[in-house]
């Protein structure tokens, strides 16, 4: 008989009953449901709260991934759920150095924007900056100059408000005495 709790015992049957190793790469592929590439079982039978595969074989193994770091798979296989092949990782080292599949690591390495112009320091957008995203200056200013991109800046910004509630600023709000 088994010493894990019943819960844990019956999803640990159930995650690893559809799982098929791979001889060569030593990857557990999920064989089961899948979103956006990624294996998902729910934790609970007849329950809402779905896990990622990969994520609920590592806390069987490892425990709760700690708040801030995420799970990179070293096997660039997203159906892969055997836990030795898990990193956690930061958000930051994620997105950016591990692998070069990813969007950040491409783009990190980046000298010039699609027009040809330098993605230096002088030429980089700082408020995007702040974010972590790098905009060339120039090809933004260019594009903010079009009367389209004005008008249609604007309207977002119109749409927006409204749809939060939030008064523009140049809005005030009539006095009941003044109202017909």
Not at 13 to 41: H, M, S
Not at 68 to 84: A, D, M, S, T
Request: charged residues 25%; aromatic residues 8%; glycine residues 8%.
């Amino acid at each position: 008989m088994s010493r894990l709790p019943r819960m844990v015992d019956t999803l640990c049957r159930r995650l690893y009953c559809r799982v098929v190793i791979d001889p060569v790469t030593g990857c557990w592929n999920w064989q089961g449901a899948k979103i956006k590439g990624y294996g998902v079982i729910q934790r609970v039978l007849g329950e809402k709260p779905w896990g990622y595969t990969h994520r609920v074989s590592y806390e069987m193994w490892y425990g709760k991934v700690p708040r801030g770091f995420e799970l990179h798979h070293q096997c660039v296989n997203r159906v892969c759920c055997n836990p030795e092949h898990l990193q956690r990782v930061t958000r930051k080292d994620h997105l950016a150095d591990l692998s070069p599949r990813n969007f950040g690591y491409a783009n990190k390495r980046k000298t010039h924007c699609p027009k040809g112009h330098p993605l230096k320091a002088g030429n980089l957008d700082r408020t995007l900056l702040a974010r972590g995203v790098r905009c060339c200056r120039t090809c933004k200013n260019q594009r903010q100059r079009t009367p389209e991109q004005a008008a249609y800046h604007k309207a977002y910004l119109v749409a927006w408000r409204r749809k939060r509630g939030v008064k523009p600023k140049n809005f005030k709000v009539p006095r009941p005495h003044l109202l017909p």
